[in-house]
Nanobody
């Protein structure tokens, strides 16, 4: 299983970014897909999850600004980040669980300037 994450970059505070994650194989194969982030000097932490049935959960720290979604026709999971803050600066990783194993994408860097 491979995951391809994209969409990161340099953005200004207050702006928006949309990250994309495309797994190998059909999205229907994966019951849970997630986004994590790791800021410099910090541990990787869960940001948001979405199940194959569309159930969504967010970390408390991002509720109201982050939106996770999936588009089955494009075999892609998205993470939209609105009202960007400098503290959103991190490497963002997509993740899925398949047959009991965790799989990670390569990460995409988000840098927010104030």
């Amino acid at each position: 299983v491979q995951l391809q994450a994209s969409g990161g970059g340099l953005a200004q505070a207050g702006g928006s970014l949309t990250l994309s994650c495309e797994p190998s194989g059909s999205l229907y194969m994966y019951s849970l897909m997630s986004w994590y982030r790791q800021a410099p000097g910090k541990e990787r932490g869960l940001v948001a999850t979405i199940t194959s049935g569309g159930a969504i959960n967010y970390a408390d720290s991002v509720k109201g600004r982050f939106t996770i979604s999936r588009e089955n026709a494009k075999n892609t999971v998205y993470l939209q980040i609105d009202s960007l803050k400098p503290e959103d600066t991190a490497v963002y990783y997509c993740n899925l669980i398949y047959r009991g194993s965790f799989y990670w994408g390569q990460g995409t860097q988000v840098t927010v300037s104030s």
